[in-house]
């Protein structure tokens, strides 16, 4: 079991930049595949991005070249670049955590609260 706690989300106007970050506790943080989800108002939780231990990123098509997945095993956190950020871009953004690697797939067992992120 890990406990994730993001943070980073804030206001921002289009076409601006945020960086997410999720700090993990837990035992062998290394093993863990990290993914970021986001959930817009009255739409359903979406994936955004996942890393696995390798390093190897996937992404969501709406965010390719846009955001930016990775992390930092010594400090037990995921990051998430968010550049040219737009409006549709609003939503709560949640980080997870799993031993098996799930990609862009929601079967994670360890979520975050989530961190709310708006652009306008």
């Known amino acids: 079991h890990v406990q994730l706690v993001e943070s980073g989300g804030e206001s921002e106007q289009a076409g601006g930049s945020l960086r997410l970050s999720c700090e993990g506790s837990?035992?062998?943080?290394?093993?863990?595949?990290m993914g970021w989800f986001r959930q817009a108002p009255g739409q359903q939780r979406e994936a955004v991005a996942a890393?696995?231990?390798?390093?190897?990123?996937t992404y969501t098509h709406s965010v390719a070249g846009r955001f930016t997945i990775s992390r930092d095993n010594a400090k037990d956190t995921p990051y998430l670049q968010m550049n040219n950020l737009t409006v549709e871009d609003t939503a709560i953004y949640y980080c997870?955590?799993?031993?098996?690697?799930?990609?862009?797939?929601?079967?994670?067992?360890?979520w975050g609260q989530g961190t709310q992120v708006t652009v306008s």
């Open positions: 890393i696995d231990t390798t390093g190897s990123a």
């Open positions: 837990g035992r062998t943080y290394d093993k863990w595949c």
């Open positions: 997870a955590a799993d031993v098996v690697n799930f990609q862009l797939a929601q079967p994670y067992t360890n």
